[in-house]
């Protein structure tokens, strides 16, 4: 065990203009696998995930839609929750910034600034992009098609001209650059922490939070026909979910600072830039990590409305179950890469990772015991070097997926895992429990006990990645539901004897024409 430390994780808030695709699923699933490992591993774990629900794009979608933007609100911020209740997800609080407890939070970090003289009022002059939800200096934009100015990530810009509220950015330059270099890993992975350091190191000008030509945000204190900024608004959610601003309370000492805001690499400044300076402003410490992961693309194109191409994820979890998705997203690719979506590739991954390496290895395993054990965890006889190195495999992953888990290198740990499966079916193959059933019955048994111990050791280990295919698993070797956690796998070793019910596949494969077994995305690219 790693003690029990506090664990405080974040997913960003989705904005609520549209539905859920895989892109927002893939940022939840990461959140979720690493607060399943926490708590696994002791750790009293906050799980936080929600919407975002302010702001000019998400007015412009309710109007667009034709109804009022709190029943817009309302209606799309379902669409999430029942995406996380889907993809199986296990947030201890799901937070809408149109709720009270928010509003309250919002306008009292505001207030706070406001009294530390960071906030000031001016005018502003300068570039939006509504999608975006962001300001660009003129040197940004590039020049679209026909003309048009378009932001770094392609979308379109308009020039504003308000009164607005501005925070002091520029003067929190240097103590942000030495903020990074004493914590070296608070942005991750690292070529995205130096893109934001030459960011920050090329000067930051004050950032406008406030608006005024539109209604639809937190009134800013004292000046209603402000409406806060909505990314000051939107980074507060964080805050918002521990207590704040009471800032004595339990809750709050306990979870604050988070310990990781993951979120996508093109909200990355947003996280590494704005929200901790607006943090160090009000006095209150930064998170200890930002880790922005990659874009998938599916078959090879950028997902978009005009292309039609957004995968809702209630469609792959009809077509694969929701652990071979789980498992999908996070085993395909280096973890902060970007990567290509294809049935190709999820089908070829399915079936070798899942139906073939550890469904097969379980299956073979539990029916083995099932035929010649009386469906009883089998009693082992004394152990001999291929047996004590396929154990001391399995015991030896724990370490490794701490490390792996702890730098949301996902597909490394999930490889581990995997080599012990394959080292699993070797072993199989090469003892031949069904010719020692023949010719030794009790080595036959010291055999499957091994492979049964193994697999319990990998069913505990793969919960936070596909924890209900692991839970079937572990319920077809009998492990009671309190000897599921990390500190039971040197603790409760199967007891011989038990009684095992009757063993059934856990993983289908996936027949698709033209798919071989082996399959893989070309992924990769990036960090
Ligand atoms: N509302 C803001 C976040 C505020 S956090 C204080 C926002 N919302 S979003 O709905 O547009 O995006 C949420 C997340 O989904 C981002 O982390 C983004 O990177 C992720 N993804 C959206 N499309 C994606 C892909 N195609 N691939 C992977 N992740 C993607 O930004």
């Given amino acids: 065990m790693t003690g029990a430390a506090p664990y405080y994780i974040t997913t960003p808030i989705y904005y609520v203009n549209d539905k859920p695709h895989i892109g927002h699923a893939y940022t939840t699933i990461a959140c979720d696998a690493l607060a399943r490992f926490m708590r696994l591993d002791g750790r009293r774990v906050k799980f936080l995930t929600g919407t975002d629900e302010h702001g000019q794009k998400v007015a412009k979608s309710a109007r667009d839609a034709g109804i009022a933007p709190q029943e817009f609100c309302d209606r799309v911020s379902q669409n999430f929750r029942e995406m996380t209740a889907l993809m199986n997800i296990?947030?201890?609080?799901?937070?809408?910034?149109?709720?009270?407890?928010?509003?309250?939070?919002?306008?009292?970090?505001?207030?706070?600034?406001?009294?530390?003289?960071?906030?000031?009022?001016?005018?502003?002059?300068?570039?939006?992009?509504?999608?975006?939800?962001?300001?660009?200096?003129?040197?940004?934009?590039?020049?679209?098609?026909?003309?048009?100015?378009?932001?770094?990530?392609?979308?379109?810009?308009?020039?504003?001209?308000?009164?607005?509220?501005?925070?002091?950015?520029?003067?929190?330059?240097?103590?942000?650059?030495?903020?990074?270099?004493?914590?070296?890993?608070?942005?991750?992975?690292?070529?995205?922490?130096?893109?934001?350091?030459?960011?920050?190191?090329?000067?930051?000008?004050?950032?406008?939070?406030?608006?005024?030509?539109?209604?639809?945000?937190?009134?800013?204190?004292?000046?209603?026909?402000?409406?806060?900024?909505?990314?000051?608004?939107?980074?507060?959610?964080?805050?918002?979910?521990?207590?704040?601003?009471?800032?004595?309370?339990?809750?709050?000492?306990?979870?604050?600072?988070?310990?990781?805001?993951?979120?996508?690499?093109?909200?990355?400044?947003?996280?590494?830039?704005?929200?901790?300076?607006?943090?160090?402003?009000?006095?209150?410490?930064?998170?200890?990590?930002?880790?922005?992961?990659?874009?998938?693309?599916?078959?090879?194109?950028?997902?978009?409305?005009?292309?039609?191409?957004?995968?809702?994820?209630?469609?792959?979890?009809?077509?694969?179950?929701?652990?071979?998705?789980?498992?999908?997203?996070?085993?395909?690719?280096?973890?902060?890469?970007?990567?290509?979506?294809?049935?190709?590739?999820?089908?070829?991954?399915?079936?070798?990772?899942?139906?073939?390496?550890?469904?097969?290895?379980a299956q073979r395993v539990l029916s083995m015991i099932n035929k010649n054990c009386a469906a009883a965890v089998p009693q082992p006889g004394p152990l001999g070097a291929a047996d004590e190195a396929l154990l001391a495999a399995s015991r030896g992953l724990l370490p490794r997926l701490r490390v792996d888990f702890a730098e949301q290198a996902f597909h490394r740990g999930l490889e581990a895992i995997w080599q012990v499966v394959a080292d699993g079916n070797r072993y199989v193959d090469e003892q031949a429990p069904w010719t020692l059933a023949k010719t030794d019955r009790p080595r036959m048994q010291t055999v499957l006990y091994v492979l049964a111990e193994a697999i319990r050791q990998i069913a505990i280990l793969v919960q936070p990645v596909v924890p209900a295919a692991a839970a079937r698993l572990l319920d077809q070797l009998a492990v009671p539901q309190d000897a599921r956690d990390f500190a039971a796998l040197a603790a409760n070793p199967l007891q011989p004897g038990t009684a095992l019910p009757k063993p059934e596949g856990v993983f289908p494969r996936h027949l698709v024409e033209g798919v071989p077994e082996k399959g893989g995305a070309k992924g990769g690219k990036g960090a």
């Fill in 90 to 361: 296990s947030n201890d609080d799901f937070i809408r910034t149109t709720e009270k407890r928010h509003i309250r939070a919002s306008q009292a970090i505001w207030q706070d600034l406001v009294k530390r003289g960071e906030i000031y009022l001016g005018r502003f002059a300068g570039w939006y992009s509504v999608r975006d939800e962001a300001f660009y200096e003129e040197d940004e934009l590039a020049a679209g098609p026909g003309g048009v100015k378009r932001a770094p990530s392609g979308a379109e810009v308009e020039w504003v001209e308000e009164e607005n509220y501005f925070f002091r950015l520029s003067a929190w330059q240097d103590r942000l650059l030495a903020f990074y270099d004493a914590n070296p890993d608070f942005i991750a992975p690292r070529a995205r922490r130096n893109e934001v350091v030459s960011f920050v190191k090329s000067g930051l000008r004050d950032l406008s939070v406030s608006r005024t030509s539109f209604s639809w945000g937190v009134p800013v204190p004292g000046d209603p026909k402000h409406v806060m900024y909505v990314w000051l608004d939107a980074l507060t959610n964080y805050l918002t979910a521990v207590g704040y601003p009471d800032v004595e309370s339990t809750e709050f000492s306990t979870f604050w600072p988070a310990d990781l805001h993951m979120v996508g690499k093109d909200i990355l400044r947003f996280h590494a830039v704005y929200w901790p300076a607006f943090l160090m402003a009000a006095g209150l410490a930064p998170p200890k990590r930002v880790f922005a992961h990659g874009w998938w693309t599916v078959e090879g194109e950028k997902m978009s409305k005009s292309l039609g191409n957004f995968i809702p994820p209630a469609q792959l979890v009809d077509e694969y179950g929701v652990d071979a998705v789980r498992y999908f997203l996070l085993r395909e690719l280096p973890f902060g890469s970007d990567g290509d979506f294809s049935r190709h590739a999820v089908v070829g991954r399915i079936n070798s990772d899942l139906a073939n390496d550890l469904g097969n290895l």
